[in-house]
């Protein structure tokens, strides 16, 4: 740079000397500031690229020290990742080994319920076969309750729930069942209802009310009116009146539309009571076995006996005479119906259903 001053000087000294024109001095100045101009472009340039480079260095060191880091972190989850996938290995291991075993007990339990439901399937009824037997024993019980009590209600009950619950399980092999059931039930709808226990309370009350009946002997005539108001008359003449009363009640005459009542004994009196409690009592007993003719029999000889031994004027007597006649009324069944077709339908359908497995095996 001095040396190119120096030049100048040099130059501008012997321009001076010499006797040259102004433009040519002129024309070797402006080089001189270009030069300059460009040195300090390039001065320019170069602290530009040295910032430039330096920080270029800088952003590069930056991101080397964040790279390391991330680098770092990434090192570190990864170990974290291979430990956890480590312990994940070891537990999907331990739960395949569980599952194993979960998997050999399961089967274990699939074979002992296989097992089971064929021992089952070999020694429990079906759902059929079940139905058959309740009904049975429903058809069995209802017979009992015709047969021994005469019981017609208890039995028509029983049968109408043996054809609800066949009618539930709706199967088309049970038809004939069915139709026989029906067919006993008309029949018990056809018997006359008897109100057995009703019957039975009133022959108890009549039995109990026996000793209080009065016999048709202990009947008194009316006494005769009232003796007269004491009066204010001398004693002779009441002495003489009562005396007079006496004789005349002495002969009493007595006019009477009925029959002499028969004259009986306190002995015989309590054997005519004994004798017609046991006749209400085996009416009572006829109409538990629906004997018809019995029952009519007991009852018309209590009648016959309270009609001739006991008092009919009392009220008592009446409203029991009435009782009897009421009962004797009753038009009881001469024989009850009996469940042989329902029995025999529901027998045949059992023997059917222990044959087929039989035939199968």
């Keep these: ?151 017609v209600q208890a039995a028509l009950a029983g049968l109408q729930v043996a054809d609800a619950k066949l009618a539930r399980l709706d199967r088309p092999q049970l038809g004939p069942l069915r139709r026989a059931l029906a067919r006993d039930i008309d029949k018990l709808k056809a018997v006359p209802y008897v109100d057995v226990a009703g019957v039975s309370i009133k022959l108890d009350q009549m039995i109990e009310a026996i000793d209080a009946l009065p016999l048709a002997k202990d009947e008194r005539v009316a006494p005769p009116a009232g003796s007269a108001a004491p009066s204010n008359d001398p004693a002779w003449i009441r002495f003489l009146r009562g005396v007079w009363n006496d004789l005349r009640n002495v002969i009493r005459i007595e006019v009477n539309d009925r029959p002499a009542a028969p004259l009986i004994t306190p002995e015989q009196s309590f054997f005519l009571r004994e004798n017609l409690r046991l006749r209400l009592l085996s009416a009572r007993l006829a109409l538990l076995a629906h004997d018809d003719r019995s029952f009519k029999a007991d009852l018309s000889a209590a009648r016959g006996w309270l009609t001739e031994y006991f008092d009919k004027r009392n009220r008592q007597v009446q409203t029991t005479l009435g009782t009897l006649a009421q009962l004797a009324a009753i038009a009881m069944p001469r024989e009850m119906p009996d469940l042989a077709g329902s029995l025999d339908a529901v027998r045949a359908l059992k023997a059917a259903a222990e044959r087929a497995p039989a035939v199968g095996k």
Excluded: C
């Design 1 to 151: 740079m001095v040396t190119n001053d120096s030049n100048a000087d040099e130059n501008v000294t012997a321009a001076r000397a010499e006797p040259t024109p102004a433009p040519p001095t002129i024309v070797t100045a402006r080089p001189a500031m270009g030069l300059r101009a460009l040195w300090t472009i390039v001065v320019l340039a170069i602290l530009a690229g040295v910032y430039a480079w330096y920080d270029e260095r800088q952003i590069t060191q930056s991101l080397r020290g964040d790279v390391a880091h991330r680098l770092t972190n990434a090192d570190a989850a990864a170990a974290q990742a291979r430990a956890r996938d480590s312990d994940l290995a070891n537990e999907l291991r331990d739960a395949q080994a569980k599952l194993a075993l979960l998997d050999a007990r399961v089967a274990e339990f699939q074979s002992q319920q296989a097992a089971l439901e064929a021992l089952y399937r070999d020694l429990a009824p079906s759902r059929d076969e079940l139905a058959l037997s309740e009904v049975e024993q429903i058809l069995v019980l209802a017979g009992q309750q015709l047969s021994l009590a005469g019981n």
